[in-house]
């Protein structure tokens, strides 16, 4: 089985095609059944999909064509640091 990001599961589910949906504390995973990865989106990299994932549901099938992950959101902080030393 393929390593998948996170330390806690908490919640999965099996699809109709026989995938296997995890969520972990970092990352909403799918599974084939014999555990391979297919795809794995943590948060910002799939529309919709912004904080942590508590459940999953999964009706029928599920989507036949898994999304591909998008890269996440990054920024550039631009500042000065000063340190005040007192004595």
Do not use: C
Not at 8 to 16: E, P, Q
Not at 24 to 41: I, K, P
Request: aromatic share 4%; hydrophobic share 45%; net charge positive.
């Amino acid at each position: 089985a393929d390593a998948i990001q996170g330390s806690t599961i908490s919640d999965l589910a099996i699809d109709g095609s026989g995938r296997v949906w995890v969520a972990t504390d970092r990352a909403l995973a799918v599974l084939d059944g014999s555990g391979r990865l297919l795809s794995e989106w943590t948060a910002g990299t799939l529309p919709g999909l912004t904080g942590k994932i508590v459940r999953v549901a999964v009706a029928g099938a599920g989507p036949e064509r898994l999304p591909a992950p998008r890269p996440a959101p990054s920024w550039n902080l631009v500042g000065r640091l000063v340190l005040y030393k007192n004595d």
